[in-house]
């Protein structure tokens, strides 16, 4: 598993917005401080809003802003949001394989993506601001 740069850049920009609290965030302001060009920035956000995490405004001082508390995101949904799955393998997330009845690594599988899980579950916001 490796997590791509749209997840790595929606755990960025959901820092950014954790630490900026108060009032909502341009695109511009963020795409300026973080690096990210404004067109991927934007698809980026929408799979946050999509997903429920981001609330958004209009007009001259609208922006992005966080729905809830940056303990209440756990890194897991985050990461969710904008890569869907992150399981190891894709047997893992429910695929059929043909070789699912005999396959001895399954179980190594099964509990890597656990652990991954757990982990990421484990983690918030919070722990990263």
Do not use: Q
Not at 31 to 38: R, T, V
Not at 50 to 70: D, I, M, Q
Not at 101 to 109: F, G, I, M, R, T
Request: hydrophobic share 35%.
């Amino acid at each position: 598993m490796m997590i791509s740069t749209k997840g790595r850049y929606a755990l960025r920009i959901m820092v950014y917005l954790a630490e900026h609290t108060g009032k909502p965030v341009s695109l511009k302001e963020i795409a300026d401080n973080e690096g990210i060009g404004i067109k991927y920035l934007e698809i980026i956000v929408a799979s946050l809003n999509k997903s429920g995490l981001l609330s958004s405004s209009r007009g001259k001082n609208g922006g992005y802003a966080l729905n809830k508390k940056p303990e209440e995101y756990t890194i897991l949904s985050i990461l969710h949001a904008a890569e869907g799955s992150l399981a190891p393998v894709s047997c893992v997330e429910g695929h059929h394989c043909e070789n699912s009845a005999n396959c001895k690594p399954y179980k190594l599988w099964k509990e890597l993506d656990s652990v991954i899980e757990d982990f990421l579950t484990s983690k918030t916001l919070a722990d990263i601001v």
